[in-house]
């Protein structure tokens, strides 16, 4: 972990559901790109700061495993950091605990920073590592492979 750990607050709603009463699969996605959203907006880099610098954050491989039920009006929190970042490339982990803190869902997410003029990844800008809450003396002493 590279970073502080970010929490974000969701309580769970019918539009979440599926037809069996608990969190539909493609829903946890939805719910992990809120809190990733949440974490870099607050952290200085929003939407706004995308469109002017026309450099976005982009997903290159997504894992997921659905542990334990989520239902309908459930609390829960969602838990993410950056795992790690070499070269191009951060490994970011995301954990939706219930109210007892068991892990419900886990997503780990392979992504990059996006230049969209020239159509390709980047390596992390200062501003773009402080979003995903890495502090600057955090890279400068990872190790590869970590």
């Known amino acids: 972990m590279l970073g502080p750990v970010h ?5 769970i ?7 069996l009463g ?6 946890y996605l939805e ?4 809190a990733r ?26 894992t997921v495993k659905f542990q334990r039920e989520v239902r309908n009006r459930q609390a829960v929190v969602i838990k993410s950091w950056t ?14 605990l ?3 803190a068991r892990v419900c869902c886990e997503g780990v997410f392979v992504m990059g920073l996006f230049d969209l003029d020239a159509r390709k990844l980047i390596p992390p800008t200062p501003d773009w590592l402080r979003a995903v809450g ?10 590869p492979g970590a």
């Open 7 to 11: 929490e974000y607050r969701v309580l």
């Open 83 to 96: 795992d790690s970042y070499a070269g191009k490339v951060a490994r970011f982990v995301q954990r939706m």
């Open 13 to 19: 709603r019918e539009q979440h559901l599926d037809t």
């Open 22 to 27: 608990h969190v539909n699969n493609a829903k």
């Open 31 to 34: 719910l992990f790109e809120e």
């Open 37 to 62: 959203w949440d974490l870099i907006t607050r952290n200085g880099y929003g939407l706004e700061d995308i469109v002017r610098l026309r450099v976005a954050p982009t997903i290159l491989e997504v």
């Open 134 to 143: 890495i502090p600057p003396e955090a890279l400068a002493t990872e190790k």
């Open 98 to 100: 219930d109210d007892q």
